[in-house]
């Protein structure tokens, strides 16, 4: 009995990696067709695109002459070999279809393969690209106009750290023989550059006496 019933587990456990397999499976069988659908396979075009470019450019500005054209093809073809290595369709699928499956399961997948097939859905991974782009000039356009009083702020910020640094510093005893902030300090009163900033700062300039005004002091 006790042979009969381990056999009966064995089954069990032997039927439900099975049908965990196949449920595995049909999960990533959704998730390709996903992803053909989303046509994901042309994710990486632009880069293509602007490799091929990025060479072209390159070399117009060494003023090859078009005989050499031959050349530029060459290395367009050998970036484009790398390129495939690196981010081809092949390589990225396996990669893509591991993510999608990690954060939506079986049935989600299901719903959003029902979804991209419906025709808002096709309008949608139409016009996704173009009002991804928009989007994006929408947002830079818009941030231009911050740009100054974030910088003017970053500026106000920064001198207000320099400020507070410079006052942990000891005082300048003397303009003259000063080699503090700047260890070549040696300007006169009137032409030291670092005078407003040593006032900023709290430091405060003493002159010198002469030995004669000590003796007299004593």
Not at 74 to 87: M, T
Request: net charge positive; with cysteine.
């Amino acid at each position: 009995m006790s042979r009969l019933t381990a056999l009966c587990a064995t089954l069990l456990l032997a039927c439900g990696s099975v049908q965990a397999f196949a449920d595995a499976a049909s999960h990533a069988a959704d998730a390709e067709r996903f992803l053909q659908l989303a046509r994901a396979d042309r994710l990486t075009v632009p880069v293509y695109g602007q490799v091929q470019q990025m060479f072209a450019q390159r070399f117009a500005e060494s003023g090859a002459p078009a005989g050499q054209q031959a050349l530029l093809e060459r290395y367009q073809a050998k970036a484009n070999a790398a390129l495939d290595r690196a981010v081809g369709w092949p390589v990225l699928k396996p990669a893509l279809v591991e993510l999608y499956t990690t954060h939506f399961d079986e049935r989600e997948m299901q719903e959003l393969l029902a979804f991209y097939r419906s025709p808002l859905g096709q309008k949608v991974l139409e016009k996704m690209p173009m009002l991804t782009a928009q989007s994006a000039r929408l947002t830079q356009n818009k941030l231009e106009a911050a740009v100054p009083r974030v910088n003017e702020l970053l500026a106000e910020m920064s001198g207000k750290l320099d400020a507070k640094n410079l006052n942990r510093r000891p005082r300048c005893r003397n303009w003259n023989s000063c080699r503090r902030p700047l260890p070549r300090c040696s300007r006169s009163t009137s032409r030291c550059w670092m005078k407003a900033i040593c006032t900023a700062a709290g430091w405060k300039p003493t002159t010198r006496r002469s030995s004669s005004a000590r003796s007299s002091a004593a």
